[in-house]
């Protein structure tokens, strides 16, 4: 059933991949990956696999890979994605030495690949648990390890019907998993190789604020006044925010949306009714002059929370919320949509009082009135918000310890 279903779904993307971008960047990207592994694989190295399905759980995986690369550089490093959005941003990066998709989990793929790079150890991050190739691993002798998983009883493994399925993880040497319920899952399994060490995740963007740049324009932005930073912003998450930034003089706005497009960026433009200017447009004379900084470029959202006292993190009233620890590491209180449920540590700041949940006009009006009037409060929810990341840090450290010390 599995093998049937995995053909057919080979079989639908290159169906739709001359209309569907993303579909035939992923049928380019397979076609040419056999030829990236004969090109640079080298018969007298050792490889230690990465797999992440998309760019979330890269940066879950990057703090293990960077420190592997540090301390052991006579490992080389296989990378491999299975979506677009992960290979096709980071498909240059320099902590791995072999960067590729993940081939289709058919038999033949699978035999093919494993000969090629001949792993000495396989990392899947997360949620990937792909049939064949972890029952290959399995019959190789090849140890693998499910870093950041969680597992929740609504999942296919927990369930009558996915007991043949659910074998795949009798193919894992160990699990690092994110919290209790996923571990009291596996053990009522009969799994006892599973740790408590929590989410990569937070080791990733503790880094990325200890590298945060400096950014000369946004201070001079800034001027010393209270700044909201809106992140990853959809359009149903700018209605709420231009008009109470329009109403409030004293505030100062950064809007990095999550769709950069010229349609989308005249959008906010016309929603605006004060000063505003876009990033690649900004000089230190223009920019002093504008209320509102449109950031029109990517790779910047994450220093720019850091010059601001609140957060809000878009998505929340469509896909899902983005990124939160990426903007609670900074020690400031973060908002977002009421789409957070399926989010760990949205929901953990909740219950701490880091953040808050935004429903409609007047829960947005209400919660950032209370932020900007009370500065106790601002400095206590946003103390709550960082304490949250850093009290959390150190699940890499755990998974490196227990796999190379």
């Known amino acids: 059933m599995y093998s049937i279903a995995l053909y057919l779904y080979v079989f639908a993307i290159a169906l739709v991949s001359p209309f569907h971008k993303k579909a035939r960047l992923m049928v380019k990207g397979q076609w040419q990956t056999f030829r990236i592994l004969r090109k640079k694989i080298r018969d007298d190295e050792q490889y230690v696999w990465f797999h992440a399905a998309s760019l979330g759980e890269f940066e879950q995986g990057r703090p293990l890979m960077e420190r592997l690369r540090r301390e052991h550089p006579e490992y080389k490093i296989l990378l491999t994605f299975f979506s677009p959005s992960g290979y096709e941003?980071?498909?240059?990066?320099?902590?791995?030495?072999?960067?590729?998709?993940?081939?289709?989990?058919?038999?033949?793929?699978?035999?093919?690949?494993?000969?090629?790079t001949r792993p000495?150890?396989?990392?899947?991050?997360?949620?990937?648990?792909?049939?064949?190739?972890?029952?290959?691993?399995?019959?190789?002798?090849i140890p693998v390890y499910s870093v950041s998983s969680i597992f929740r009883e609504s999942q296919v493994y927990f369930r009558w019907y996915g007991k043949v399925y659910g074998r795949v993880l009798n193919c894992i040497t160990h699990f690092f998993v994110q919290n209790e319920v996923s571990r009291d899952l596996l053990l009522k399994k009969g799994f006892t190789n599973v740790t408590v060490v929590g989410?990569?995740?937070f080791d990733r963007v503790l880094d990325i604020a200890r590298q945060s740049k400096e950014l000369p324009l946004v201070e001079r932005f800034k001027q010393g006044k209270r700044m909201l930073v809106a992140g990853s912003s959809w359009s149903p998450d700018e209605d709420l925010i231009i008009p109470y930034f329009n109403a409030h003089?004293?505030?100062?706005?950064?809007?990095?949306?999550?769709?950069?497009?010229?349609?989308?960026?005249?959008?906010?433009?016309?929603?605006?009714?004060?000063?505003?200017?876009r990033y690649t447009q900004a000089t230190p004379e223009n920019v002093e002059k504008a209320d509102c900084l449109i950031?029109?470029?990517?790779?910047?959202?994450?220093s720019i929370y850091r010059y601001g006292e609140i957060a809000y993190v878009g998505g929340g009233f469509?896909?899902?919320?983005?990124?939160?620890?990426?903007?609670?590491?900074?020690?400031?209180?973060?908002?977002?949509?009421?789409?957070?449920?399926?989010?760990?540590e949205a929901q953990a700041l909740l219950q701490l009082g880091g953040s808050f949940e935004i429903i409609d006009e007047a829960s947005f009006k209400e919660t950032l009135d209370?932020?900007?009037?009370?500065?106790?409060?601002?400095?206590?929810?946003?103390?709550?918000?960082?304490?949250?990341?850093?009290?959390?840090?150190?699940?890499?450290?755990?998974i490196y310890k227990f796999v190379f010390n």
């Open 89 to 116: 941003v980071r498909k240059n990066y320099e902590g791995a030495d072999v960067i590729c998709y993940l081939p289709f989990d058919t038999p033949g793929n699978v035999t093919s690949f494993l000969r090629l």
């Open 199 to 201: 989410d990569t995740r």
């Open 318 to 344: 469509g896909v899902g919320i983005h990124n939160v620890p990426e903007a609670a590491v900074y020690g400031v209180p973060v908002m977002f949509g009421p789409k957070n449920r399926k989010f760990r």
């Open 249 to 277: 003089p004293e505030l100062k706005l950064v809007i990095a949306p999550h769709v950069i497009k010229e349609n989308h960026l005249k959008e906010i433009e016309g929603k605006l009714q004060r000063p505003f200017v």
């Open 120 to 141: 000495c150890m396989a990392f899947f991050i997360k949620y990937e648990f792909w049939n064949n190739y972890l029952h290959a691993c399995r019959y190789r002798g």
């Open 370 to 398: 209370r932020l900007l009037t009370d500065e106790d409060f601002l400095k206590a929810r946003g103390r709550l918000a960082g304490e949250y990341i850093s009290g959390n840090s150190g699940a890499s450290d755990l």
């Open 295 to 302: 950031i029109d470029c990517f790779g910047l959202l994450s």
